[in-house]
């Protein structure tokens, strides 16, 4: 009759070693997450060497630990207790050898969670260990659970260290793979494929549950309580000493990031060219990134001085940050994600409060039941300020947040954004590198290059006198000439091949010239001042406007042969495209840019 104590010995076995390595995996694979410094490779070899080295030499050095004469062995038996050649080691054996699965699979299904996910729960005030109960392990909870398996399958699967360290004990410690091993040694060839048939379908079925839990929602999703309906409360931030200050410096990769500007309720737009540095500065602000060194205070809080040692993290800043990528927890709901920011303590009536209050404002009803992969990208991005906003924040960062979005979505989105921020009280930070979009949403403008504002104040004063060629490229300006002063109010246009009378005062020094393509006009009057013929070289199109690319004074000699770039619209160029040449074109004195470099 065939004994099926192996089976349950290592059932017994494998179940407890992989429960143990469950707790271990994931605490060791947490922590090498957020570790720095020189011992960590070092580390990281020890927890993954049972993977590596042959299960007989883990064996040996097992032996040699908890053997009678080693460290552990020698305390063991001062307390009248021994492990080897007991069903306790081939626990451990089993423990050793399961362990650097479970810690690479847990470390790999951390690290692909998307960082912004911990950045905002930080910035909504959430502290380390709440983002890890309620972020980190729900979204790493498929990989872990697959890594259980495969520990699992490895500590049913141990013989060697097993062996070395447990020996084969019928009925105590003799497990299924040792049962194959001498029933193939003492000529049992039945019942060697008996163990191999029971320990092939065990492990089988495991992986096979595993990998339908991966495809299912393998997590525990908790329904949002509504609570009674009652009225809509009204919140409103205290604000003392109002206002945001930044002055700071941070190195980054080929510049060094240096502003200082200060904020208020008037929307702030962040403009420049990718790479400026403008994500940055809100990520100084939020606690995200440490500037190298600075101050930031934010209606008299001081939220980071490097003279003092002030480092308020990101939690307690009371900052919202809506991300490019809006950041929204995948496994929580609209009202979830809205929630999520509130204190703790805060009672289910006035979590459902202001959560209805947030989605009557961003037009969300009857979303709130919804998981973020079942919204448009318009509604991923609503929930994610309604997100921001619910925790009452004292100041709004905002990191391009129409970049995902078409062209038709991103007016809707815009429209409704300009109408939250006029009634939200608190200051506003909104980066883009779209110089229309800054225009529409933003009151003033901190035009950023290379780390550095070359251009601070309103929208009106930026766009209509911009300062230095810089300033007036990101702002749209197309047409520039190197500008020489001929004499009083008269400059020569170098790369236009003509000069034109000025009205404004001439600064110095002056390096350019330049005008909008929009502000050229095309007149029938060849005697007004700063009127040239002009010749047509090519046309470029768009569904309203008609670029013209013009040659002033002479007719061109190839496509490339051309001084200006005119902007029209459509109806303008059907009345002008058919006119002999040449036409005239007009720069009219008060449209020009007086620029230095």
Not at 32 to 58: A, D, N, Q, R, Y
Not at 88 to 115: C, H, N, R, S, W
Not at 128 to 148: D, N
Request: contains cysteine; neutral net charge; hydrophobic residues 45%.
């Amino acid at each position: 009759m065939l004994d099926i104590s192996p089976l349950w010995i290592s059932l017994k076995t494998a179940l407890i070693a992989t429960i143990i390595t469950f707790f271990l995996g994931i605490a060791a694979a947490y922590w090498m997450l957020t570790s720095v410094g020189k011992w960590k490779s070092v580390v990281e070899g020890i927890f993954i060497s049972p993977l590596i080295l042959p299960p007989t030499v883990v064996g040996f050095l097992l032996l040699l630990l908890f053997g009678k004469n080693g460290p552990l062995g020698q305390v063991l038996l001062s307390l009248n207790f021994s492990i080897v050649f007991t069903w306790y080691a081939a626990v451990i054996a089993a423990t050793v050898v399961a362990f650097p699965l479970m810690y690479k699979t847990a470390l790999g299904a951390f690290e692909q969670i998307d960082a912004n996910l911990l950045r905002v729960a930080r910035t909504l005030g959430a502290s380390e260990w709440t983002i890890f109960w309620r972020i980190t392990l729900p979204l790493a909870m498929p990989g872990i659970l697959a890594g259980t398996t495969l520990a699992f399958a490895r500590a049913l699967g141990e013989f060697g260290a097993t062996l070395m360290l447990a020996g084969n004990i019928p009925g105590q410690t003799q497990t299924i793979p040792m049962a194959i091993y001498f029933a193939v040694e003492a000529g049992a060839m039945n019942e060697a494929w008996v163990w191999v048939l029971v320990i092939m379908s065990i492990s089988l079925s495991a992986i096979i549950a595993a990998n339908f839990w991966g495809k299912g929602d393998a997590i525990n999703r908790r329904l949002y309580n509504t609570g009674e309906r009652s009225p809509i409360a009204n919140y409103q931030l205290p604000i003392t000493n109002f206002g945001l200050v930044v002055d700071i410096q941070k190195q980054l990769p080929g510049f060094l990031l240096q502003l200082s500007f200060s904020a208020n309720e008037n929307p702030l737009g962040l403009l420049g060219a990718s790479g400026a540095g403008k994500s940055m500065i809100l990520r100084s602000i939020a606690g995200i990134e440490t500037p190298t060194s600075g101050r930031i205070v934010l209606n008299g809080r001081v939220l980071f001085d490097s003279q003092t040692g002030t480092n308020i993290p990101s939690r307690d800043r009371r900052i919202g940050f809506l991300f490019q990528n809006y950041a929204l927890f995948p496994h929580l709901t609209v009202a979830q994600n809205i929630a999520f920011g509130l204190p703790k303590g805060t009672s289910a009536l006035i979590i459902k409060q202001q959560v209805e209050t947030q989605l009557a404002a961003l037009q969300l009803q009857g979303l709130a039941d919804r998981y973020p992969h079942q919204l448009s990208g318009g509604q991923q991005q609503r929930v994610a300020l309604a997100r921001a906003l619910a925790s009452q924040p004292e100041a709004l960062l905002l990191d391009e947040p129409f970049s995902a979005l078409d062209t038709h979505l991103r007016s809707q989105l815009e429209k409704q954004l300009i109408s939250t921020l006029s009634t939200y009280p608190g200051v506003t930070l909104f980066v883009t590198h779209n110089l229309e979009e800054a225009y529409r949403v933003c009151g003033d403008l901190l035009v950023i290059e290379q780390g550095r504002a070359i251009a601070y104040g309103s929208k009106h004063d930026i766009f209509e006198h911009p300062n230095t060629v810089g300033v007036a490229q990101l702002t749209g300006c197309k047409n520039f000439s190197r500008a020489v002063v001929r004499e009083s109010q008269m400059v020569d246009a170098i790369d236009w091949s003509c000069t034109l009378q000025i009205v404004e005062p001439i600064p110095a020094p002056l390096s350019h010239i330049g005008i909008r393509a929009h502000q050229l006009t095309f007149t029938d009057d060849p005697h007004q001042k700063n009127t040239f013929p002009c010749w047509l070289v090519q046309t470029s199109e768009t569904p309203h406007r008609m670029t013209l690319y013009i040659k002033l004074n002479s007719s061109p000699t190839s496509p490339q042969d051309y001084h200006l770039q005119a902007e029209v619209f459509k109806e303008k160029w059907a009345t002008l495209k058919d006119r002999p040449f040449p036409w005239y074109i007009r720069l009219h004195p008060l449209r020009l840019f007086l620029l230095s470099e």
